[in-house]
């Protein structure tokens, strides 16, 4: 399928790229094409809803909210309008406890269509997120947080619930300000990962396939080395598990 193949194709030139230099540069178009669709839904969702996003062909910003509304803002950019009008469509499905936005996969031949999303959901939404060709950041959201397969980085800050990261191409920021007990895992990273920890968070660390030793910027982290590129530690008490593996990238651990 089209998005599968531009992903895959993208993550193995930047991975080449990662290879080469230091210095990530994520490919990545965030910028609107002339022809412009702007679609705006307001939606009623029930405590603990589960938010689903996939597909996207540019970036998506989810922020939470103390309302029980959830606001989805959607711009589809191309060159012209009937490539707008016949390619890469956003399906929306509604229902009070779950809420779907899903791109089209579909085989345009060559043409550009380019999607923003950016939405507001109640803070107790569960979300999960994947196949996306832009840079996620995700703000506040207290459920569980699954995403996967994304091309361009990811921020999630104030993080609250369980977390699980996999098949991020580019830079990961995660401020983790309690954990749920089934903690925290990132798999298959392609960049940089910072761990921001919340005064207090008490955890367990494993670490494994780094190919450098992690930069620890707080007193409150304690590790040692189990092997070659394997690392085991706390932080603070000690508590549910955050479970680092195959990052291709440096990892820094700070305090918020």
Partial sequence: M????????TFLLVAAQVALTSAQKIPRAETDLPV???INRRYQLAPGARVEVSFILGPVEIEAT???QAEVDIVRSAHTRADLD???????EYAP????LQGDDSSSGGIEVRHRVRLRLPRQSGLSVREVNGRVIVAGLEGDIRMSDVNGGAAVRRSTGALELSGINGGITLGIARLAPSGARL?????????RLAEGLDATLEIEELDRRPQIETSRVALSQAGEKSFRGQIGRGGPLIRVLEVNGKLRISSE
Avoid: C, M, P, Y
């Avoid at 406890?97 to 779907?100: A, I, Y």
């Avoid at 798999?187 to 761990?195: F, K, S, T």
């Fill in 2 to 9: 089209r998005f599968r193949l531009t992903l895959l194709l």
């Fill in 36 to 38: 412009r669709e702007e």
């Fill in 66 to 68: 103390h309302a029980a």
């Fill in 86 to 92: 016949r390619f890469d469509r956003i399906k929306l």
């Fill in 97 to 100: 406890s779950r809420l779907v």
């Fill in 187 to 195: 798999r298959d990273i392609n960049g940089a990962v910072e761990l």
